[in-house]
């Protein structure tokens, strides 16, 4: 009888893994519709691009090891493009996603796959537009859960809820875009709020009525999924009353940090959990703006939730949380980061290069350079850029993918620089002379070759008294946060400071204004990978570089070869085209 019940135990045993084996092998398949939709926020209607018809758009649920595929379909009017930001997409980066980086835009009417690896990201990430400002609107959620048979590094939470922070403007962004890098100006478009899962909030007009509940049942913890879709602000959060435990950032599991706020930069993913241990009652969810810049306006506008508790009460508000930091609270977003730690356990271990094979040194800047006439709209009648190491990317023609993989000279340069063109104090309060302030507009990649550990020193400036942070993103890797700080960066005291035992893993890192951040990452993925600040105003003025990860020995090491439907490209992107025009040419866009 025992020797039965062993049988009948192992062929329950062998079930289930060929459960899991087929699960793990059946791939995913997702539809998304672009088209517009028409949407009522702060009075005011306006018509949009979505996808799904949904603002923010669907989420994604998928476990570590999923392969899925995405078809889109474009029902709009522009042509765009989908990443899939912070998957790491191994020797794929044809699904990638940044247009005239990795690919051409799907053209309206017309559509195209990507294919999507979760190989060992596990937790949050996020998906949207990389095509001009697009992402404003399109935009959503990816939820990796662990693979089967693998559980949380903490306990089973009893329940999740996802939580994306998105930008929301009364007036057709693309347009005024378009009107911006046209004229050069820097009035930078301004949101009207900010949202919390598509929604303002109580403090914002017209709004109440649809401000976000979100039940919670006395005693239990939940698991929150923090995105911060915003265009183009970083943000703080928190929970009236409750304690914030940090466990996730960008898909990567810290040592539990326990905090009553958050601070989080465009473009990354947090994980945290809430116990609902408080007096049963409502209680606000509050996301606000962190803008350490001078001499530009901004949306200093409050987005709020309501943390409901289930059962019967009697409240006349939600309650207020005590302490909220001030929009210039540099000191508050500064602890919050230096606290992240990574996990780096016997299951979920780290590699941190220790030698370092490739060493960049990158400054980060805004720039004033001159137009003919001083017809620009930008200060003194200039245009303004931004660069990396004071060269302001342009994208090419058509994709660099494109040209690398085929070969097609002419399209880019190989000779982005190691370290910048001169070196001066960089945080000081009068670079605003031409020999400061003015950048060479060019299309400059950096190649690295296959396996090489490469460490970037990010130093921000204050050229034009532009100093504030940088949400530096890079695709196709995550890097090692292994330093920062204020001030510029000194070869012999700084790396005192580099932790190199447990440094927070992340594919988005905060350079602090008018300071510095090292990072390391080994070059194990071959492609071409953008690397670019996540503010868009920035990116859109040539804040950006490309890296080009030569092939390794193995066709394991190696590029795949491109899928048979890749959009064509049909059109000179506009920035492109704006540098490469005469003045007449340009009166005429």
């Known amino acids: 009888m025992k020797n039965i019940a062993v049988r009948v135990l192992l062929l329950i045993s062998l079930v289930i893994q060929c459960i899991i084996a087929q699960a793990l092998a059946t791939p995913k398949y997702y539809d998304f519709v672009l088209k517009e939709s028409n949407f009522t926020r702060l009075c005011n209607t306006k018509s949009m691009l979505t996808v799904n018809g949904s603002f923010p758009g669907p989420t994604i649920y998928v476990n570590t090891g999923d392969t899925i595929y995405v078809n889109v379909h ?96 009364n007036k057709d962004v693309n347009s005024m875009v378009d009107y911006i890098l046209k004229t050069g100006t820097d009035k930078s478009l301004i949101s009207n709020a900010y949202t919390i899962n598509g929604q303002p909030g109580d403090f914002k007009e017209c709004s109440k009525e649809s401000t976000i509940r979100m039940k919670f049942e006395y005693g239990k913890t939940y698991l929150l999924r923090l995105v911060n879709a915003v265009m183009n602000r970083d943000l703080f959060f928190m929970i009236a009353g409750h304690n914030l435990t940090v466990v996730g950032w960008d898909a990567g599991y810290v040592k539990p940090v326990t905090t009553d706020y958050i601070f989080i930069s465009t473009g990354q993913t947090l994980d945290i959990l809430v116990t609902a241990n408080q007096k049963p009652g409502e209680y606000y969810m509050i996301a606000t703006p962190y803008y350490d810049a001078v001499g530009t306006d901004f949306d200093n506008s409050t987005a709020s939730a309501i943390f409901q508790y289930t059962g019967n009460y009697t409240q006349k508000a939600p309650y207020f949380p005590v302490f909220v930091p001030d929009y210039a609270d540099m000191a508050s977003a500064r602890a919050f980061v230096e606290r992240l730690r990574s996990l ?31 017809s620009c709209a930008g200060p003194d009648g200039y245009r303004v850029l931004a660069s990396l190491n004071n060269i302001s990317f342009v994208n090419p023609a058509i994709d660099i993918l494109e040209a690398y993989y085929r070969n097609i000279s002419g399209i880019y340069k190989t000779d982005f620089p190691d370290i910048p063109p001169v070196f001066f104090n960089f945080t000081a309060d009068d670079l605003t002379t031409s020999n400061y302030t003015h950048t060479e507009q060019a299309t400059k990649v950096k190649v690295l070759n296959y396996n090489e550990s490469v460490e970037i020193i990010f130093q921000g400036t204050n050229v034009i008294y532009g100093g504030e942070d940088h949400p530096m993103h890079l695709h196709g890797f995550k890097f090692y946060l292994i330093g920062s700080g204020v001030g510029i960066y000194k070869n012999d005291t700084s790396t005192l400071s580099y932790n190199l035992v447990d440094p927070p893993r992340a594919n988005t890192i905060v350079v602090p204004k008018n300071g510095w951040a090292t990072v390391r990452f080994r070059a194990d993925n071959p492609g071409v990978w953008l690397m670019h600040c996540h503010f868009e105003r920035h990116f859109s003025w040539g804040m950006d570089t490309v890296f080009i990860v030569k092939n390794g020995d193995t066709a394991d090491t190696s590029v795949m070869g491109p899928p048979a439907n890749m959009p064509p490209c049909k059109y000179t992107p506009l920035l492109h085209y704006v540098f490469n025009s005469t003045e007449d040419e340009l009166a005429n866009i």
Request: aromatic share 14%; with cysteine.
């Open 344 to 374: 780096a356990s016997e299951e979920h271990p780290i590699e941190v290069p220790m030698e370092v094979d490739t060493r960049i040194f990158i400054t980060v800047s805004a720039n004033l350079n001159p137009c003919p006439n001083d």
């Open 74 to 169: 474009n029902e709009g009017n522009y042509g765009f493009t989908i990443h899939w930001h912070g998957v790491m997409q191994p020797r794929n980066p044809w699904s990638d996603g940044p247009e005239y980086i990795t690919q051409c835009p799907v053209d309206p009417g017309t559509y195209f796959t990507y294919q999507v690896e979760f190989t060992t990201e596990e937790g949050t990430l996020w998906w949207h537009a990389h095509s001009d400002w697009t992402r404003s609107s399109i935009h959503g959620a990816i939820v990796i859960k662990p693979a089967p048979g693998k559980t949380y590094p903490f306990p089973e939470p009893d329940g999740e809820e996802v939580i994306v922070f998105s930008s929301w403007y």
